[in-house]
């Protein structure tokens, strides 16, 4: 995908995109180790992540920040209660589109979004009003950042831990799908990074449901 970082060994040869090559770091108490949240599946591997704060973030044209971002958002919707798993399809359509129609589409999802308060509520809800109403590299990378340091703190919120270290290892997972997908077409690398949405909303329900009834 042209405009992805690729972050490079000391042989020169391609590797993982970092973490901080998107998404800004915070503080690096924020991926703890641990093992898995009851319910949530083994990583499949293992993925390295850095966090220093001395690391540049490097822009990465639109699709890929805006894929970023909207993963970060799609996995916390279940903090918005009772909304349908694809209330984030019009903005995952101009992604897929190059960013045909975006702004018409962010305020479709924006007014599609149900009008309830809460903390968990209100954090989602910040994650996608700072979605930029442009389809800007630089204000998509920015925004890609916004909602990896919310989606972290989201988990965090949640009690931490593996919680946390599922979110974040989820981040590294789809910045290494976008970095490796082909150029060939612009839907390109979004169906795995929509797979892994799912799996983390499956878990993120699951957690809800458990604090709800009190367990």
Do not use: K, Y
């Amino acid at each position: 995908m042209a405009g992805l970082p690729n972050a490079r060994g000391p042989a020169g040869q391609r590797g993982r995109p970092s973490l901080n090559q998107w998404f800004p770091a915070t503080r690096s108490d924020e991926f703890r180790p641990g093992g898995a949240v009851r319910g949530e599946p083994r990583p499949r591997r293992e993925t390295s992540m850095s966090h220093s704060a001395q690391e540049p973030i490097t822009p990465a044209g639109e699709r890929g920040p805006a894929a970023a971002a909207l993963a970060c958002l799609d996995r916390c919707l279940p903090l918005l209660g009772s909304v349908p798993d694809d209330l984030l399809r019009p903005l995952w359509r101009s992604v897929a589109e190059g960013g045909a129609h975006w702004t018409a589409r962010l305020q479709e999802v924006r007014a599609a979004v149900p009008d309830t308060a809460g903390p968990a509520d209100a954090l989602v809800r910040d994650m996608l009003g700072a979605a930029p109403p442009a389809w800007d590299g630089a204000a998509l990378s920015a925004w890609a950042g916004t909602c990896a340091a919310a989606a972290r703190e989201a988990h965090e919120r949640l009690g931490g831990g593996p919680l946390a270290d599922g979110e974040a290892r989820r981040q590294a997972q789809v910045l290494e799908l976008l970095a490796a997908a082909p150029d060939g077409g612009p839907s390109d690398g979004l169906r795995p990074v929509l797979e892994i949405s799912a799996e983390a909303r499956r878990v993120l329900r699951a957690v809800l449901s458990r604090r709800g009834r009190g367990a």
